[in-house]
């Protein structure tokens, strides 16, 4: 089975991106769904702001690509520019900031640590799709809880999009914990 940060490395390296996606664009994390008998994985690109105070702007990602696993053949790229769901978003007024609330405590190592722990759970997953692992409900429960921590909660609508099924199992489930423990 390929991990999923060397299948992710290898499609951010493929020409149709390379040719397609500005330079300098961040990648969301890896969002998985099933499709027959295809296992596809989507994502989204999306520019970025440095500024000082570990304030970097967040801007709406502008395109979502998806791929067949472990090939890792384009399966489809949208423009959300051009795209009439789209329409009223504004691709050049930030959606938020980096660092939100749930990581703002984690040093750089923390935070890759955390990142690593992600895609560890996410290749279980793979490989347990691909019937070679078991992915029990503790698994489940720790991916949901790392996309929780991980993802940035104004990016969620466009995780939303990519996979509204593995939104609402993997990352959605982390905002409903905490809404019910406040």
């Known amino acids: 089975m390929m991990p999923i940060q060397e299948f992710l490395k290898g499609i951010n390296t493929n020409d149709v991106v390379r040719r397609n996606i500005p330079m300098g664009r961040g990648m969301g994390y890896p969002v998985l769904k099933i499709v027959g ?6 994502v989204f690109y999306y520019r970025s702001i440095l500024h000082p105070e570990d304030k970097t702007l967040l801007m709406p990602p502008e395109y979502m690509l998806t791929f067949d696993y ?10 959300l520019r051009l795209h009439s769901q789209y329409s009223s978003v504004n691709f050049d007024k930030p959606v938020g900031t980096f660092r939100h609330e749930a990581i703002r405590h984690l040093n750089k190592t923390e935070y890759r640590d955390k990142k690593e722990q992600l895609f560890a759970a996410v290749d279980r997953l793979i490989a347990h799709l691909g019937g070679e692992g078991e992915f029990h409900s503790q698994d489940e429960k720790e991916l949901a809880e790392l996309y929780g921590m991980m993802t940035e909660p104004c990016l969620h609508p466009f995780y939303r999009a990519l996979s ?8 959605e489930k982390k905002e409903d914990r905490h809404v019910s423990e406040k």
Do not use: M, T
């Open 70 to 79: 472990p090939s890792g053949k384009l399966v489809s790229f949208e423009n």
């Open 164 to 171: 509204p099924q593995f939104y609402a199992r993997y990352i």
């Open 37 to 42: 008998e295809r296992l596809l994985i989507s």
